[in-house]
C-alpha cells in the first residue's frame, strides 16, 4: 500500500527512491516521474503503462460526443432550435478555462483521483471530503445512465424487444464487460479506450462529414433561423434554456488525471490531453451536431417537439437499414469505452479517497492489485453501486430522471470546488510549480474559469415551467440531498480526523518542487 512520507511539509526528509528506480521526465531531467511523487508524500503503486495518446483517449471517450449528441439533438432542437447548436462553442471555451486551470493543478499535483486529491492539497480535509463525495455520487449516477442508454444501442443491434425488463440485463451486461476489461489492467484499458476513440470519431466526425456533404436538405442558414421556437416572446428565454446542448456535454476531460500515476510524464502529458479533449470534442460534436440537423428531412417537426428522437429516422434514410446497423456498431462501441472510461475515473478516485483514510473500509478500497496493478475493489465498488442503481430504476422506472438529474450540476461544483480553491491559493502567493504553466495569465484564467463556472451553474439549476413543483426543482432537490447527506456523515463520522495525509500544502509543495530542481 502506498505510503506518506514522515513529513511532506518538510521536503528535504521526503523518502527518494533508489537512483535506479527513477525514471527522468522528458521535460526535467532532475525531477524524475517517481521523484516527483515523492515530494508529494507518496510512493508509486501503480504501473505507468499508458502514453500521451491513450491518457486522451480515455478522457475523449469519457467526454463522448457521440453520446452527448444522440441524447440531447432531441431536446436542444426543441428548445431553443437549430441556433442551439451554437451552445457547443460557447460552453467548450467556458470549460477550456476550466481545463487550463486544472492542468496547472495536476501538473504540481499529478496524484491519482483528480477532483479530491487537488482540493486537499489547495484547500483542506472537509473541503475535500464535500468536493469528492459529490462529485463520486455524480460519477456513479453517469455510469448507470450511460450504461442505461446503451441497452437501447445494444437492443437495436441485436434485434431485442427494449422492455422494461431487457433494459436493466443489457446496462448490466455493459458493466459487467467494462469491469472484466478494467480488471486486465492499465494496458488494456489504454488499448479499449483508443479502440474507443476511434469509434467516437468515425460515429460523429466521419458520420457529420458524410451527412454534410452527401445528405443536406437544408442550408447552413438555418442555425441562425429559431424557426419561431419563443413564438411572439423573446427568442433570449428559448436560447439560454437550450444551454443543455453543451453543458452536459463539455466535462470528462478530468478523467485524464484521475490516472495521474500510471501515466509517462503525467506532469507534462496531462494538461495537453486535456486542452486536446475539449478541442477535438468540440470538433467533433459540431460536425456531428451540423449534420444531424442539415439531414434531417422533417426538421420542422423536430424543432415542434413532435419527434422524440429523430436520429434513428435520418440514419434510416441517409444510410439504410445496413448502413445504420454498421453505425449501431460503431456507437456501442463508443458506449462500452465510455463505461469503462467512466469506471476507471471513478474507481482512482475511491481509490486516492481510501489512501488517504477518508472513508470506511479503506484499507480494502485502497488495496492494488499486485500482478494487474489496479484498485480492482475500488472498482468493484465502481461497477456494484451504479448494478444496484440499475435495479432501483427497475423496480421504479420513474426515478431515472430523478436519480440523474443532478448529476451534470454536482460535477460542474465540484469542478468550481477546485477552481475556487485554485485561485484562493494563488491570491496568497501561490505560484505553480509544475513544468506546465500559465504563467502570468493563471489568475486571469482562473479568474474566468470562476466566472464561467457560477454562469453554468445557475443555467443548469434554473427550475423548470411545469408546474411540477417536484418535476421543475428536481436538479436542485437532487443536489440538495447530496449535500445534506454528505454534510451530516462529514460531521457525525469525521472521516477528515482519522486522516493524516497532506493538506492545503500548495505553495509548500511548489517550494519544495523547485528546491529539488535546484539540487
Known sequence: MTQHSPDPRLPDDSPRLPAENRRPTHSDPHLS????LSVLGYQDSFERSMRPWA???LGFTYLSPLVGVYSLLAVALSTGGPPSMWWIVIVACGQMLVALVFGEVVSQFPIAGGIYPWARRLWGRRYAWMAAWVYICAMIVTITAVAEFGAGFLAGLFGLELTRTTTP????????LAL????????WLARIARIGLFAELIGVIGLGLFLLIFERKHSFSVFFDSMGIAGDGSYLGAFMGAAVAGLFLF???????DVAEEVSNPARGIPRAMIMTIVVGAVSALFSFAGYVLAAPNLEQIVAGEVADPIPAILDGSLGPIGAKIFLLVAILAFISCVLSLQAAASRLIFSFARDGMMPGHRWLSAVSGTTKVPGNALIVACTAPALICLLIWLNDGILVAV?????LGIYLAFQMVVLAALRQ???GWRPAGPWSLGRWGTVVNVAALVYGVFAMVLLARPGASGSFFTDYVVLIGLVIVLAVGCIYLFVARPDAKSDAPEGDAIVVAEAIRSHRGS
Do not use: P, Q, V
Not at 472484466?180 to 494496458?187: D, E, L, M, V, Y
Open 55 to 57: 491518457n486522451f483517449a
Open 33 to 36: 516521474d517517481d521523484d516527483h
Open 251 to 257: 466535462y470528462g476531460f478530468e478523467a485524464c488525471g
Open 169 to 176: 440485463f443489457l446496462a448490466l451486461g455493459l458493466l459487467l
Open 180 to 187: 472484466a476489461i478494467n480488471f486486465s489492467g492499465t494496458r
Open 426 to 428: 494563488r491570491l496568497k
Open 404 to 408: 440523474t438529474s443532478f448529476a451534470i
